[in-house]
């Protein structure tokens, strides 16, 4: 929060990135010049970002920061004004998935610093109440904190009716940009490979980095012709895509993760698209009844292919859904609508 009331994105970069990212007016790109090798920057950034931050963050009478690695200079920010982290996971239950030398670093920081900066932030805000009620325990007191689920900005989002089911060929789409254990392509693999031969045939568009073990595993289990790796897409080409689907794929296993609740970004882009999709998790903002959302069993079981097609089947036959998706989206998960929020909370606790 800046001088009369105003609020400012900075977005903290290095100096080589700087040069290349798309200049978008609304933001304020701060270029940082970090010594060394690329995977050398990536490691001292975190801790470098603060102190050559200090004198233009003391603009500010507040800061909003994503939760980043836990460090001393981290800590010193914290205690020098008022901040407020914003949290998308349980830290240490994800790091816990990962293994290696970063990870291993990382778990000793969050240790070390996590709860002592949680304890002097200004407010703690969760993007599900299950994230925010771990952070309050991981800090040990009663810090001031709000359930701010993601937004989507729907000026970049096109919004044109998607392909309807006719029966006889089924198209998915899952968007990711890579697939991690917890997006559960796994699942999906093995309930195709299950639904083989059978009708009405299935095409899964996967839109996003796949890893070579991943397409091994895709050739391996026979499933190349129901399976089509995009890449990354973006675009009037990602558009062209999904517009062709009848149904999307949330996350399907973030139970990996020790989580229940999410507010994945992607599922907010299908029903802004008008794209009904299936998850396994609960929603904050995804109340229990909505017609185009299929919730599938949070557990290792392949996915029934049986119950997506029924869903499919289901949700072609109601009249103007993609424009009741459009307008469900624009007045619950809209930035506009969340920032408010957002705005009320941290200058009431300031």
């Known amino acids: 929060m800046g001088p009369n009331d105003t609020a400012d994105c900075l977005v903290v970069v290095r100096q ?3 040069d290349i990212v798309k200049r978008n007016p609304s933001l304020i790109l701060f270029p940082i010049s970090v010594p060394g090798s690329s995977s ?3 490691a001292l950034l975190p801790f470098l970002v603060w102190p050559k ?12 920061t994503r939760w980043t690695i836990p460090s001393p200079t ?3 920010v914290v205690r020098r004004q008022p901040v407020f982290t914003e949290h998308h996971s349980k830290e240490l239950e994800e790091i816990a998935l990962a293994s290696g030398i970063k990870p291993f670093v990382r778990r000793i920081w969050e240790k070390r610093y996590g709860p002592r900066i949680l304890r002097a932030v200004q407010g703690i805000i969760g993007v599900t109440d299950e994230i925010r009620r771990y952070e309050l325990e991981r800090a040990g007191c009663k810090s001031p904190s709000i359930i701010l689920p993601n937004g989507v900005s729907l000026e970049g989002i096109p919004f044109k009716p998607p392909s309807v089911f006719s029966g006889k060929s089924l198209q998915l789409a899952f968007v990711s940009s890579q697939f991690a254990p917890w997006h559960g392509l796994d699942r999906l693999l093995e309930g195709l490979r299950l639904w083989q031969g059978q009708s009405p045939r299935l095409t899964l568009h996967l839109i996003g980095r796949l890893t070579p073990a991943q397409e091994a595993t895709i050739q391996r289990m026979g499933l190349a012709e129901m399976v089509r790796i995009h890449g990354v897409l973006y675009g009037n080409d990602l558009d062209e895509v999904i517009l062709s689907c009848h149904l999307a794929i949330g996350s399907l296993a973030l139970h990996r993760n020790g989580l229940r609740e999410a507010c994945v970004l992607k599922v907010r882009e299908y029903a802004a698209r008008g794209l009904p999709f299936i998850i396994a998790y609960d929603d904050p903002d995804l109340p229990a009844g909505l017609p185009w959302v299929l919730k599938i069993p949070a557990d290792e079981s392949p996915v029934e292919i049986d119950a997506l097609v029924n869903f499919a089947e289901e949700v072609s036959k109601i009249p103007s859904l993609a424009k009741e998706m459009r307008t469900f989206a624009e007045s619950k998960l809209s930035w506009t609508v969340k920032m408010k929020r957002l705005v009320r909370f941290v200058l009431d606790n300031v």
């Open 40 to 42: 050398v920057q990536e």
């Open 74 to 76: 981290f800590l010193n």
């Open 16 to 18: 080589d990135v700087a």
């Open 53 to 64: 931050l200090k004198n233009r963050l003391s603009e500010y009478s507040a800061v909003v």
